[in-house]
């Protein structure tokens, strides 16, 4: 049986997706898809884990929590540095 805690952070990340969707349909800010995209991917790897994906996938899932906490990193720093282009932003 999957471990809860994957499974909370699983539905955890999917409501975040919803909510950052939500908030660009409103404020039409790329900084709200940008971190729905990281959790998105959190939220990859918790499903992985919670169908008890084969081990050999770990590599891939480090690689895709990396990237999302990038993508999170990325749309923060839009918000604090200038030099980043408007169609970033």
């Not at 939220?43 to 770990?58: N, T, Y």
């Not at 990325?74 to 408007?86: E, N, R, S, Y």
């Amino acid at each position: 049986m999957a471990n809860i805690e994957y499974l909370i952070n699983l539905i955890l990340c999917v409501i975040i997706v919803l909510v950052a969707i939500w908030a660009y349909m409103k404020k039409r800010t790329k900084l709200p898809l940008y971190i729905g995209a990281g959790f998105g991917l959190f939220g990859v790897s918790h499903f992985a884990r919670v169908i008890e994906a084969d081990s050999s996938l770990i590599d891939s899932l480090i690689v895709l929590r990396v990237i999302g906490y990038l993508l999170i990193i990325f749309g923060l720093l839009t918000l604090v540095v200038d030099k980043i282009p408007a169609k970033y932003r």
